[in-house]
Nanobody, 125 residues
Framework: QEQLVEFGGGLVQAGGSLRLSCVASGHTFRSYTMAWFRQAPGKEREFVASIGWSGGYTDYTDLVRGRFTISRDNAKNTVYLQMNSLKPEDTAAYYC??????????????????WGQGTQVTVSS
């Protein structure tokens, strides 16, 4: 069974950058689609970005396209989310998720099979 643990959240000023990491246990990770979601207080969990097993396919919500970059290192069982030009509206708990398919363009939280515990990102104005 895959277990996911996120790192790298914190407090940053608007315009700043953060890099989130998600470390997966289990050697089937490298064949999964990985994604990042976020959830702000009082809001539903929303899709941020996803990446296929080889890193060749990526998908982003328009809200972060051009500012955030998802990547993965299968040798380290890790997926990253580089977040640049952060805005106060990016403030949320960020969650790593895994789908057992090698590539899927799923954007609904209920479609993902495994979840991390989340890491908080707070962007001050």
């Amino acid at each position: 069974q895959e277990q996911l643990v996120e790192f790298g959240g914190g407090l940053v000023q608007a315009g700043g950058s953060l890099r989130l990491s998600c470390v997966a246990s289990g050697h089937t990770f490298r064949s999964y689609t990985m994604a990042w979601f976020r959830q702000a207080p009082g809001k539903e969990r929303e899709f941020v970005a996803s990446i296929g097993w080889s890193g060749g396919y990526t998908d982003y919500t328009d809200l972060v396209r051009g500012r955030f970059t998802i990547s993965r290192d299968n040798a380290k069982n890790t997926v990253y989310l580089q977040m640049n030009s952060l805005k106060p509206e990016d403030t949320a708990a960020y969650y790593c998720a895994a789908d057992y398919l090698p590539w899927s363009d799923k954007r609904e939280a209920h479609e993902y099979d495994y979840w991390g515990q989340g890491t908080q990102v707070t962007v001050s104005s």
